[in-house]
């Protein structure tokens, strides 16, 4: 087993990787931009090291820097968590380079199943069901007017290099092809550095359904039970359950051997995640793309199954082979889990930094939340908005439901908007408590109806809010003047280990 990790990563995931790392009994580093120095995640692990600036790119994009510390810590693994650079095939190679293990799959997986064209050819090799589409990359505007007529409408626009619903355009007319064209090529390049993009046809009424796959250096690769992830915003997933309501008994099993023929494709060696869409009206699936790393879900999967992936992803850098065969993955019950952000819901989602002024977190049977949060923490903007996993277990997805709402209902933060009341009402809904939703539940039938709700003692909220804003502001212009309203020096702190 490893001798340190070195976590590059922030937030909650890199305390959910900390955390493995202790029960594995393995000392962990954290990372942090100037920015994140009082974060929780520096408080909690074994040692802590500055990477520079607040800017990602200067800081937990910064390979020179977090390498550099790896060395200086004598870490022999690095976990990226995910985001970031948990799938940069040139970071996992000078990972190895300096004898450094990265915590993930090898580098022709992450290279493959990083480009959605390439992917698309590699698993239609191996069988796996694609999306009429394309498996190459647009050249210009006619080429896309070409294709376009090709597959028909209604068609998706898509940034080979994407993810999290960046560079993607729906089309439903031919006119608009050029306007996608150029769209999605922009939000490619500035998104992820690659303006490549392509055309795939548009699934009607479609659901986001995704399974987890594991494996090792030995050549086994194991499925687990699905997760539905159709509840989105902007095609960012906010909401997850496992199972679906969808898929049955054989669905699931033929879905599961399509995920493992995908990852058979780049000879996959890790935890990762295969999506594919379904259509609403057939139930017929389609690969999607695959993920290769942990997903923000994966506790959902982890509570109905009792498979701890976060560990067994370590142990299976480390060599050693998967300790079950699939006839061991069984599940019980429903889970579900909500992404908390520090977002406004009733202001078009936009994010809400500042300093959290008071905090209470749900508890009670078998309710799990991962979070970086903490009295008194203040939540930068320079990052992810997303604060939280909150993630419960129900015997029934009823009895879940419930458990669910009440959770909901304890959670509390001060300081700051967040979108636990929206949670709240998704879950609280009668469409879902139905299981009768698509990708576009929120956008098309959810936000209309929440939008239209009584807002009693809306004056109240407003200057509440302007008292809010005042103070923070007059907190803001005391730190610049180097000074800080109670007094104190506010830096990250460590009852054992370093901080640098």
Not at 114 to 138: C, D, F, H, I, Y
Not at 174 to 191: I, Q, T
Not at 404 to 426: D, N, Q
Request: aromatic share 8%.
């Amino acid at each position: 087993m490893f001798k340190k990790i070195l976590i590059a990563n922030r937030g909650e995931i890199a305390i959910r990787v900390h955390r493995a790392c202790c029960e594995l009994g393995i000392p962990s580093v954290a990372i942090f931009s100037e920015a994140d120095r009082a974060a929780l995640h520096v408080r909690v692990c074994d040692e802590a090291y500055c990477v520079g600036p607040a800017p990602s790119r200067q800081s937990y994009l910064n390979m020179d820097r977090i390498l550099e510390v790896a060395q200086l810590t004598g870490t022999d693994a690095i976990h990226p968590g995910y985001g970031f650079l948990s799938e940069n095939a040139e970071f996992a190679e000078r990972c190895a380079a300096l004898g450094i293990t990265f915590i993930g799959p090898n580098t022709k997986a992450i290279r493959v199943m990083g480009n959605k064209t390439t992917s698309r050819v590699a698993v239609a090799e191996m069988g796996v069901p694609l999306v009429p589409g394309m498996k190459e990359n647009l050249r210009d505007e006619a080429h896309a007017m070409e294709w376009a007529e090709r597959i028909g409408l209604p068609l998706m626009m898509k940034a080979a290099a994407g993810g999290g619903g960046k560079g993607m355009r729906m089309v439903t007319r031919m006119e608009d092809v050029p306007a996608a064209f150029r769209a999605a090529k922009s939000e490619g390049l500035n998104y992820f550095g690659d303006d490549c993009v392509y055309l795939e046809r548009y699934v009607e009424s479609p659901r986001h359904v995704e399974i987890q796959v594991l494996g090792d250096k030995h050549g086994n690769i194991l499925y687990f039970p699905e997760r539905e992830c159709s509840i989105q915003r902007r095609h960012q997933k906010v909401i997850e359950e496992a199972p679906s309501t969808i898929v049955d008994a054989e669905m699931r099993r033929a879905m599961g051997e399509a995920a493992v023929k995908a990852a058979r494709a780049v000879g996959y060696d890790s935890a990762g995640t295969v999506e594919f869409i379904v259509s609403g009206k057939t139930r017929d699936f389609f690969f999607l793309e695959m993920n290769t790393r942990l997903q923000v879900e994966h506790p959902i999967t982890e509570m109905i199954t009792g498979v701890d992936l976060c560990k067994e992803m370590i142990k299976s850098a480390a060599g050693d082979p998967l300790p079950f065969t699939q006839e061991d993955i069984t599940f019980d019950g429903h889970a579900i889990e909500c992404r908390i952000y520090a977002e406004d819901p009733d202001n078009n989602f936009l994010p809400t930094p500042g300093k959290i002024i008071g905090l209470r977190v749900p508890g009670g049977p078998w309710v799990r939340d991962e979070s970086g949060m903490y009295d008194g923490l203040d939540v930068p903007i320079h990052y992810d908005p997303m604060l939280s996993k909150l993630a419960v277990w129900g015997s029934t997805r009823e009895r879940a439901i419930t458990r669910m709402l009440r959770a909901l209902g304890e959670y509390s933060v001060k300081g700051i908007k967040t979108t636990i009341p929206f949670h709240a009402r998704v879950i609280g809904s009668e469409a879902f408590a139905a299981g009768d939703f698509d990708t576009h539940y929120i956008d098309n039938h959810f936000r209309p109806a929440d939008a239209a709700r009584p807002m009693p003692h809306e004056d109240v909220a407003l200057l509440a809010s302007a008292i809010q804003a005042y103070r923070r502001d007059k907190e803001r212009a005391q730190h610049m003047l180097g000074g800080h309203p109670d007094g104190q020096e506010h830096s990250a702190w460590k009852s054992s280990g370093r901080v640098r």
